[in-house]
């Protein structure tokens, strides 16, 4: 499916988000000793400024009321993130909360049938959601090819945000969590095409094999709660 003229120059709210969230959560000092040294660490790190707060609120705010933002805003976010020298780590958590944060888009009745139905079943489901997620929440488009699902983006937000093309882990990060979270599957994501390389649109190849377990695992872990505001 072609993205039209309005979609293009607009990200859903959450792709912006995802960034804050990400640097917020690396930049929080885990051990209690640091906690004393908050405001200090305040003043050094950037995803605990009080900007990235206000930011946070501000695209929460806009997921909730269904307003997009701009591509522009959100690649300039990407850049700023690229300059870190954690910045791929950066980019592969905001993939993994983008994926885990739009599952919980699909409604309960359906996460439970993917997880409970037999694979016959449950992948036709599991496709046509993860499309819909590539759709909106990537402005990718997904489709499948014998046995792999291929994600093209044609503009990617992280494209030459930071070198080695480490912005591009961000589309990687959040396809193979998604595919987790859908059908257990946990294989590798391969980076086959990149707009950065010269090579038109970016596109990442996965296996579309799923992992039939019982059990509530994956729900789970989608479910936890979300980063401190």
Not at 11 to 18: I, K
Not at 90 to 105: C, I, K, M
Not at 156 to 162: D, F, Q
Not at 194 to 218: L, N
Request: proline share 5%; aromatic share 6%.
């Amino acid at each position: 499916m072609t993205s039209t003229p309005h979609l293009a120059q607009t990200v859903d709210a959450l792709l912006p988000l995802s960034f804050l969230e990400a640097v917020r959560d690396v930049d929080t000092p885990d051990a209690d000793s640091d906690a004393e040294y908050v405001a200090e660490l305040r003043n050094k790190r950037l995803g605990l400024s009080d900007t990235v707060y206000a930011q946070i609120r501000r695209y929460t705010d806009a997921v909730k009321q269904n307003v997009r933002a701009g591509q522009d805003e959100a690649a300039a976010l990407a850049r700023l993130l690229g300059r870190r020298p954690d910045a791929e780590a950066v980019f592969r958590a905001a993939g993994r909360f983008l994926a885990r944060e739009s599952y919980l888009t699909i409604s309960p009745v359906r996460r439970r049938s993917m997880m409970l139905l037999p694979s016959l079943l449950a992948r036709p489901i599991a496709l046509r959601q993860a499309r819909r997620i590539a759709e909106r929440y990537l402005n990718g488009t997904l489709k499948r090819v014998g046995s792999f699902l291929l994600l093209d983006v044609p503009r990617s937000v992280t494209i030459g945000s930071a070198p080695h093309s480490a912005g591009c882990a961000y589309y990687e990060s959040s396809l193979r969590e998604l595919l987790r979270l859908l059908i257990g599957n946990q294989g590798a994501v391969e980076h086959t095409r990149c707009s950065g390389r010269g090579e038109g649109s970016c596109e990442w190849r996965a296996e579309w094999r799923p992992v039939d377990k019982p059990g509530g695992t994956r729900e789970e872990s989608a479910e936890r709660p979300r980063a401190r505001m």
